[in-house]
Every structure is written in structure tokens, then in C-alpha cells.
Nanobody, 127 residues
Framework: QVQLEESGGGSVQSGGSLRLSCVVS????????MGWFRQVPGKEREGVAG??????????DYAESVKGRFMISLDITKNTLYLQMSNLKPEDTALYYC??????????????????WGQGTQVTVSS
């Protein structure tokens, strides 16, 4: 069973930066989508960013709320998915999750039907 483990969350002031990491226990899919999501208690989960497996011509996709501030990347040599977050705002405060789904080819930020999910890492941004 593939396991995903996030880290890198924490508390920062508005305008600060954080880098989230998501380590994948094993690569069992030749093509796949990976994504970052966030959720605030009482609200629906929001897709933040999506990325296709290496070699895909598709560019990463981002939610409008984070475009220009967040960047998703994948280092398969380290089995790790990243989310670099800059210019953080209080409204970015949430529990952030990573996810993995076989198939690839089209990995929009709004894709939500992922097969594997991590447990989440908390990000808190103070004003």
C-alpha cells in the first residue's frame, strides 16, 4: 500500500514562505497525477495544485487563489512532492494534504478523485 507523508507545515507571519514536502513510500505507477489540497474546518476541501508525472507535456495547474504565489514540483529521485508557498496570507491557513492517483495525462488543481492521501500538515499564517 502506497503511503504519503507530509511535512514542513508551521506558523508564519503574513508575507512569509514555507515549503511543504510529501514523501511517497514507493512508486508503483508509471504515470500518475499528484496534487496538493487544503481544508479548513467547516469548509470543503480545496484543490491547490496538480502536477503530472515526469515526461508529460502538461504544465502544473493551480487554483486561482494561489497562482503566482505557490509552486508545485516533483523530485522522483527523492520520492518527494513539494509545494513552495510564498507571500502567504492569513486565508492560506489550513490543513494541507498531498495526494497521488494513477493514470496521469490531465491533472488539474480541481481533480479530487485521488486514490492515495496523506494525513496532512498544518499551515497557520498570522496577520
Amino acid at each position: 500500500q502506497v503511503q504519503l507523508e507530509e511535512s514542513g507545515g508551521g506558523s508564519v507571519q503574513s508575507g512569509g514562505s514555507l515549503r511543504l514536502s510529501c514523501v511517497v513510500s514507493e512508486w508503483i505507477y508509471s504515470s500518475y497525477c499528484m496534487g496538493w489540497f487544503r481544508q479548513v474546518p467547516g469548509k470543503e476541501r480545496e484543490g491547490v495544485a496538480g502536477i503530472d508525472s515526469p515526461g508529460s507535456p502538461s504544465a502544473p495547474d493551480y487554483a486561482e487563489s494561489v497562482k503566482g504565489r505557490f509552486m508545485i514540483s516533483l523530485d522522483i529521485t527523492k520520492n518527494t512532492l513539494y509545494l513552495q508557498m510564498s507571500n502567504l496570507k492569513p486565508e492560506d491557513t489550513a490543513l494541507y494534504y498531498c495526494a497521488l492517483d494513477p493514470g496521469g495525462g490531465y491533472c488539474p488543481a480541481g481533480k479530487d478523485d485521488y486514490r492515495h492521501w496523506g494525513q496532512g500538515t498544518q499551515v497557520t499564517v498570522s496577520s
